[in-house]
Structure formats: C-alpha cells, structure tokens
C-alpha cells in the first residue's frame, strides 16, 4: 500500500470519529442542564406551596379570631341592650309609683280628717273647723287621684283576699257567705299596685 492511501484512510478514520464524539458531549451537557432547571423549578414550586400553607393557616387563625370577636360584640351588645331596658323599665316604675311612700304616710291623716269631718258639732265654731278640715280634706284627695290613688270598694263586695283583709266574719241574716259587710277602715290602690289593703268584716 502506498503512503498516499495510506493518509487518506488515516484522514477517513478521523471524519468518521469526529462527528460521533460532538453529539455525545452535547447530550451530557442538555441532560445536566435540564436537571438542574427541574431541581430549580421543584425547589420554586416547593417553596410556594408551602407560603401558600402557610398562608391558608394564617386566614383560618383570622377567621377564627374574627369569628371569636364578632360572638363577643354580639354577647356585649345583647348585655347592653338588656341593661338599656332594665334600666328604662326601672325608670317607668319609679315614675309610675312616685308617690308612693308619701301616700303611704298621709293615708293616716286621711283617716283621721274623715273622722274629724263625721263629727258633728253643735256649736257654729265647730261647725267652722270641720267646714276647714273638710276644705283640706277635699284638696288632699283631689291631689291624690292626679296620682293615680283611688279607693278600693269594699261594702257590700265579695271578699277578695288581694284587696281585702279580713278582721272580723260573723254570721250575717239574708246576706251570703263571703261578702264585706262592713267596712272598718278603707283601703287605697296606686294604680294597679295595692297601697293598703281594706280592713273589713266578712259574713260567713
């Protein structure tokens, strides 16, 4: 074989081997290139799930405390609502029964004034103090239902524990059982309060 030949099949070997190792080293270099960018985006994605977890925990803790602070307005408002009432109802009371411990102390001179005026005097001088104590009488009662207190009936009514006391019962002819058939001292209602009940004799 001569050195001519001998060349050409060197430089034929060298083409051939030459274009088989290029394609090698570049497959290793896209494969590694693809691994890393896989590491990369798992690495991303990684981490985003996990600030979206934690994300998700923090709305449920909002949700959560919201729903806590919502039960305790409504807890507050309801309390305050009540006590608003409470108090309005208190103030409607203390209205409506004013003058109640007054009545109280004044039915006593009431009683007394009533007697003073069934006295009946003889002279004109005496005649003159009850015409006056029945002018003060008359100007107290008048002052006393503006409030609101009435005299409860009694005589001739069926006894009624809530309005009457009873002192006395005794066997009465032609009248039924159960029934006021005198009364002793009168009683007075504030409305629809009882402010003293009436002190009465009952048949039986």
Not at 11 to 35: A, H, R, Y
Not at 182 to 191: C, D, F, R, S, V
């Amino acid at each position: 074989m001569s050195d001519v030949n001998k060349e050409k099949d060197i430089f034929e070997e060298v083409d051939i081997d030459e274009p088989e190792l290029e394609p090698q080293v570049v497959e290793e270099e896209e494969v590694e290139e693809e691994s890393s960018t896989d590491k990369s985006e798992k690495k991303f994605f990684k981490k985003k799930k996990k600030k979206e977890e934690i994300l998700e925990d923090e709305i449920i803790e909002l949700r959560e405390e919201l729903a806590k602070t919502q039960n305790m307005y409504y807890k507050a408002y309801a309390d305050t609502e009540n006590l608003k009432k409470r108090l309005q109802n208190d103030a409607d009371t203390l209205r409506k029964y004013r003058i109640q411990s007054f009545a109280q102390e004044i039915l006593p001179a009431i009683d007394n004034m009533e007697r003073a005026i069934a006295f009946e005097g003889k002279d004109e001088e005496m005649k003159n103090y009850v015409e006056g104590i029945n002018m003060i009488y008359q100007q107290l009662k008048t002052a006393l239902e503006a409030e609101g207190v009435t005299v409860i009936e009694a005589l001739d009514q069926p006894f009624d524990p809530n309005l009457h006391q009873a002192l006395v019962s005794e066997k009465v002819e032609g009248v039924e059982p159960g029934i006021v058939v005198e009364e002793i001292q009168k009683g007075y209602l504030l409305k629809d309060r009882i402010l003293r009940a009436s002190l009465v004799k009952v048949s039986e």
